[in-house]
């Protein structure tokens, strides 16, 4: 993946239908190193499918930094800025945090999200997918790879152990490993390049 961070690659192959199982991942987030100011469309359109039509038609709900936002032109600044993308969620909620909403007036009122830390040229940015966003485009995205804090990603297996049974083969740094070597390298390390790839045939 483009402005993909140096940490040790860590590539799984697993069965081709438990790939879309590992999607959920995604909702810890996944860490992307951009140009500094740039604007959320130009920083999400670099992903796979995430075209000016699917942010428009299927991601409803887009936070920043925690702050419901309906306009796609506000710039990636600050430190770590958070991003979260949703598809429609239900009930009160869902219809006060939907983009350009008729109720998104009960939202909470926020300090201004722009930033004024003109001396970065870069900024690492923490995306988060939930539901269908990460169903549609969560598989391709594990397939290119993707930057993730291990701890993350370590309690994401711990708590799933089903999926962890199904990896059928590791490779740490290009070394091949067992999965009872992989959780116990992985608190060693802070993050990994993962990349979660379906069995061929």
Do not use: W
């Amino acid at each position: 993946m483009e402005d993909q961070l140096s940490y040790p690659s860590l590539q799984l192959t697993v069965a081709a239908e438990a790939l879309p199982l590992f999607t959920t991942v995604l909702q810890s987030g996944i860490e992307i190193k951009t140009a500094h100011g740039q604007t959320l469309a130009k920083f999400l359109n670099k992903f796979p499918g995430f075209t000016a039509e699917y942010l428009a038609d299927v991601v409803q709900t887009i936070f920043l930094n925690g702050t419901a936002v309906d306009d796609l032109s506000l710039p990636l600044t600050g430190d770590h800025p958070v991003l979260a993308l949703s598809a429609a969620m239900p009930g009160l909620a869902g219809a006060i945090f939907r983009k350009n909403s008729f109720h998104s007036a009960l939202r909470t009122e926020t300090k201004s999200l722009k930033s004024s830390d003109e001396g970065h040229n870069s900024v690492l940015v923490t995306l988060k997918l939930f539901n269908s966003i990460a169903r549609d485009r969560g598989q391709e995205l594990l397939q290119a790879g993707v930057c993730q804090k291990t701890d993350l990603f370590l309690s994401f297996l711990m708590r799933r152990p089903n999926l962890l049974q199904s990896i059928m083969a590791i490779q740490l740094a290009d070394k091949k490993i067992d999965s009872k070597e992989l959780l116990q390298v992985l608190p060693e390390l802070s993050r990994v390049n993962l990349k979660i790839v379906a069995e061929n045939g």
